[in-house]
C-alpha cells in the first residue's frame, strides 16, 4: 500500500539531550499549488535544527510535506507553517526552515523562517 500524506509530526526521544548538536534535512521534492494560478510550484526545502528532548521522524516529516503538494499556498507561507508545526512537534532549541522555490515569471524566490 503506498503511503499518503499526513500532517502529523512524529516526535522521538533525542538520544543526546545534553548536548547541543545540529541535524540538517532536505528535500529538493518541495511542491504546493499557486493560489492565483492554480499551477505548481516546486522547491526545495532546508530544515536545520537543534534539538530539545525531541527529534522529528524522518518519515512522518517526508509524508508531512507531501501534505502540501494538492494545496494553495503562498511561498512565505508554507515556510512559516513548516517552522510554526515543527517547533510545536519538536520543541527545538533553535530552527531554520529555507525554501527555495524555482522560477515562476522570471522570479525566484527564497523564504527563511527562524525560531530561537
Excluded at 522521538?12 to 528535500?27: A, G, I, M
Excluded at 499549488?33 to 526545495?44: L, R, S
Excluded at 507553517?81 to 525554501?99: K, S
Aim: proline share 9%; net charge negative.
Amino acid at each position: 500500500m503506498p503511503s499518503r500524506p499526513s500532517t502529523e509530526l512524529v516526535a522521538l526521544p533525542n538520544p543526546h539531550p545534553h548536548r547541543d548538536y545540529e541535524v540538517r534535512c532536505e528535500t529538493p521534492e518541495l511542491t504546493c499549488i499557486c493560489p492565483v494560478t492554480g499551477q505548481p510550484d516546486f522547491g526545495v526545502v532546508e530544515i536545520t535544527y537543534v534539538p530539545g528532548d525531541s527529534i522529528v521522524e524522518l518519515k512522518s516529516l517526508k509524508l508531512y510535506l507531501w501534505s502540501f503538494r494538492d494545496e494553495g499556498h503562498y511561498h512565505e507561507d508554507v515556510t512559516n507553517r513548516i517552522l510554526d508545526d515543527l517547533v510545536a512537534a519538536i520543541a527545538p532549541r533553535r530552527m531554520e526552515v529555507v525554501t527555495r522555490w524555482n522560477v515562476r515569471g522570471g522570479v525566484v524566490t527564497t523564504v527563511t523562517a527562524t525560531h530561537g
